[in-house]
């Protein structure tokens, strides 16, 4: 029933300590295998693991710990299963400015396209606000995402068409598949601290979300603000989904597919699945993080295109089950 | 206590859905509010619930104002029953009807207070075998059912229902009728907008009956279930007659030209 149940509890557990074996594992995995008893060395391996794996490793986990649950979170604000954090165009406007950081660029400096990728989704969520309004309307409120997230996408085309150099299409391009590659703990600073918070905001949803669950008339008549979870919602996934892409670019599905792999397990109620969500998609990210590493490629196949390999087909299952549930 | 609404002015789009209506609600009664499609009865139910703020006029809870209450409390004390049943996500029926108690629940989940109003309301509406079933897939009565038995659960002082019996069979709109009947004789109030009208003459205690905006008529039953009236708030000839066992019966018969 409502509030912590002994099942989801355990879910919780179980993924905690699923995330923190892999966490674990994922340190050894890589090109270069390095066993637990040379971590701490003052050597080359200690360096690859304290300099360049464990800070990946940390982001990854935040990164999909932020996706699922700003997934969650817009599947319950939306009442939609096949919503994901790129509804309100976050993300989107997110990638617009760490492009043009690139455009123009800037990237030399590193901390200078997250700080743009950050502002990109600062002037999104700005927008969507002027657009939307203070009515607290869903079907406003979503359009207005839409046009957001086709109007930064179209800009962001118009960048890769008119870039200066052939070198500058290519690294806007790669940038965009999203990749964990070659992250410090500049990047883990940066995005870490803004994920913690915007995740604080999106648990804090959780009741209304519930109520919602009935409606928006009867949520209302419970004495849930809507206007307040609609800024709530926005600023949560706004800070979340702002800080994941600054540090990773756009690495799609894990925020459609990890509710609804966590939801038969923490039963439907949209505020038990935040928890799991987070969870499972920090597990996500990291296993898939390490597979890419591991993976015999040239160079390393892009995060974001290992998601979306995983992501569609996973989506098209989904599709297929709804069909035949319809039927 | 009363629910009462004093000069109630609302205008929409240029039209003007509430006219400067006034009017008052008992404990203890059912009233049923009656009128043509568009008369104002939804956004009049929407002011008394205290979703849609009037342009002028107030609703009043005794003499507090209902927008003045802070969302959780007024959820305490005024429960809604939207008019179509809107389930989301595939939840059991168990924690549709919980969802009732979140204007009471504290913020680690429902009490023991809160789990004995859940059994009870299910109770009330024979929701109990239905307890583990997953909301989504019951029968649009059982529905109905359950999002009664959700409102219930919030043990409001006062419960409003939006035209509880659209799409129900006559069997279940006399079960939720008789379920509302005794949740008024329980000492709360209840208001609900219908359109049967031998369900209206059956089960009101009052009336209150809207046209264009306005209060045609409010009061007792007998004093306002005429056929005169009700010509006039629909448009339509009304025939009141008696049932063999004494039921009443209103039979709209023709349209007035």
Aim: with cysteine; hydrophobic share 50%.
């Amino acid at each position: 029933m409502i509030g912590p149940n002994r099942n989801a509890v355990r879910l919780n557990l179980l993924l905690m300590a699923a995330l923190i074996v892999m966490m674990i594992l994922s340190l050894a995995a890589g090109k270069v295998w390095v066993s637990p008893l040379a971590w701490l060395e003052d050597d080359l391996s200690g360096l690859i693991i304290m300099e360049l794996r464990l800070p990946r490793i940390i982001l990854g986990a935040a990164i999909g710990a932020a996706l699922g649950m700003a997934g969650a979170t817009m599947q319950g604000y939306l009442r939609n299963p096949l919503a994901d954090p790129g509804v309100f165009g976050v993300s989107s406007s997110a990638a617009l400015g760490a492009v043009s950081s690139l455009y123009f660029g800037y990237a030399m400096t590193a901390w200078l396209l997250p700080t743009f990728a950050l502002a990109g989704a600062a002037i999104g969520m700005g927008l969507l606000a002027l657009l939307a309004g203070r009515s607290g309307s869903l079907i406003l409120f979503t359009l207005a995402g839409v046009i957001l997230s086709s109007l930064a996408a179209s800009l962001t085309s118009l960048m890769i068409s008119l870039a200066p150099t052939p070198f500058a299409t290519t690294e806007i391009v790669t940038w965009l598949m999203g990749a964990l590659t070659d992250r410090s703990w500049d990047d883990v600073k940066l995005a870490v601290p803004i994920i913690a918070v915007g995740m604080l905001f999106l648990i804090a949803t959780g009741r209304s979300l519930d109520a919602l669950t009935l409606g928006e008339d009867a949520a209302r008549s419970m004495g849930v603000n809507v206007v307040r979870l609609q800024w709530l919602a926005v600023l949560g996934v706004g800070l979340t989904v702002g800080a994941s892409v600054a540090a990773a670019g756009i690495i799609g599905f894990v925020g459609l597919i990890v509710p609804h792999l966590v939801r038969p397990f923490a039963g439907h109620r949209p505020s038990a699945v935040l928890l799991p969500s987070a969870l499972a998609g920090a597990l996500l990210i990291v296993t898939a993080d390490s597979a890419v590493r591991i993976l015999p490629t040239v160079s390393e196949l892009r995060l974001g295109i290992a998601m979306s390999l995983l992501g569609a087909p996973f989506f098209m299952i989904l599709l297929y089950k709804m069909h035949r549930e319809l039927a | 206590m009363f629910l009462s609404f004093e000069k109630l002015g609302l205008t929409l789009r240029g039209r003007d859905i509430l006219k400067n209506i006034s009017g008052q609600f008992q404990l203890g009664r059912v009233t049923v509010i009656l009128g043509a499609n568009g008369a104002g009865k939804s956004s009049l139910l929407s002011c008394l619930a205290g979703l849609r703020e009037p342009q002028s006029g107030i609703v009043k809870l005794d003499d507090r104002q209902i927008l003045s209450l802070e969302g959780r409390e007024r959820g305490q004390l005024i429960g809604l029953l939207p008019q179509r049943p809107d389930i989301h996500w595939n939840v059991d029926v168990k924690t549709v009807v919980g969802l009732g108690r979140l204007p009471h629940s504290g913020r680690w989940g429902m009490g023991a207070a809160d789990h004995e109003a859940v059994t009870k309301a299910m109770a009330a509406t024979d929701c109990t075998e239905l307890a583990e079933r997953k909301a989504m897939r019951l029968s649009g009565g059982e529905q109905g059912r359950v999002l009664l038995a959700r409102v219930l659960a919030g043990e409001p002082k006062w419960l409003l229902a939006d035209e509880p019996l659209a799409s129900l069979d006559p069997a279940h709109q006399f079960d939720v009728l008789e379920r509302l009947k005794n949740y008024a004789k329980a000492g709360n109030g209840v208001i609900v907008v219908l359109h049967d009208l031998t369900q209206a003459a059956r089960f009101a205690d009052d009336i209150m009956i809207m046209k264009d905006g306005d209060i045609l008529a409010a009061g007792p039953r007998d004093a306002v279930m005429t056929a005169d009236i009700m010509g006039q708030a629909y448009g339509v000839e009304v025939q009141i007659g008696k049932s063999d066992t004494g039921e009443p019966l209103v039979v709209p018969v023709r349209r007035l030209p």
